[in-house]
């Protein structure tokens, strides 16, 4: 079965530096996606990033990043410049197509902590 | 504006009680999903149904009662609760063929059992 491991369960930032979420996953599959995902106080979970299996080159939204590793199983979130507003739980999921659909399976969650 | 809206926000139920939550997609997805979120664990999928038949049950107990009557819709009966089944439960939805493959979630409904 497949699993998806976050290893650190608090991380802190100061503003506008950067930090490294780790992500490690286990599957026997080749074709797959992998996801992060904020939820912040509000409980509303946020698309950050996502990144598909065959592309070789990692994902990137604005001030996110991801360093994605298909042979180790690794799948790392860089957040730049870190602000406020950044503060809130991150969740690394993994998706892949089985029974008639996507199945998506999450990590247990960092929570980031930017501090001013 | 989330897409995916679940009511109510917040529910206290007896241990005796007959409840439901539910959620509705204004997004056009074929597939929906039950998530059930508790301190320190992972999202634990229960059910996903796509195009209104059941696709997954992971093992949920029978005190949880699933209905999808199309594909806009999903509910989540709830009677003979235990307290341990307080937790925050996600709906979700998502598109099937969709090349961004993204599941969006609700706000969630926090459910406590007393």
């Known amino acids: 079965a497949q699993t998806v491991t976050q290893s650190q369960p608090e991380m802190s930032v100061q503003e506008a530096e950067t930090v490294t979420l780790s992500c490690t996953y286990d599957?026997?599959?080749?074709?797959?996606?992998l996801f992060w995902y904020k939820q912040p106080p509000s409980r509303q979970m946020i698309l950050v990033i996502r990144?598909?299996?065959?592309?070789?080159q990692n994902a990137t939204e604005n001030r996110f990043s991801v360093n994605f590793q298909k042979a180790a199983k690794s799948f790392s979130l860089k957040i730049s410049d870190s602000q406020l507003g950044d503060a809130a739980m991150y969740f690394c999921?993994?998706?892949?197509?089985?029974?008639?659909?996507?199945?998506?399976?999450f990590g247990t969650g960092t929570r980031l902590k930017v501090l001013a | 504006e989330t897409g995916v809206t679940q009511t109510p926000r917040h529910l206290v139920m007896g241990m005796t009680n007959k409840k439901s939550l539910k959620c509705e997609q204004h997004?056009?997805?074929?597939?929906m999903y039950w998530y059930k979120q508790s301190a320190k664990k992972p999202l634990e999928l229960m059910f996903v149904y796509n195009f209104k038949e059941q696709t997954e049950n992971n093992s949920v107990p029978s005190r949880f009662s699933p209905e999808c009557p199309n594909s806009s819709h999903l509910f989540l009966h709830l009677h003979t609760l235990q307290p341990e089944d307080s937790a925050l439960y996600l709906c979700a939805s998502s598109q099937d063929g969709d090349r961004l493959n993204t599941i969006y979630f609700g706000e969630g409904s926090w459910l406590t059992v007393v």
């Open positions: 599957t026997s599959e080749s074709d797959y996606y």
């Open positions: 999921a993994y998706s892949q197509f089985t029974s008639g659909t996507y199945k998506y399976i």
């Open positions: 990144q598909e299996a065959y592309k070789q």
């Open positions: 997004l056009g997805h074929n597939a």
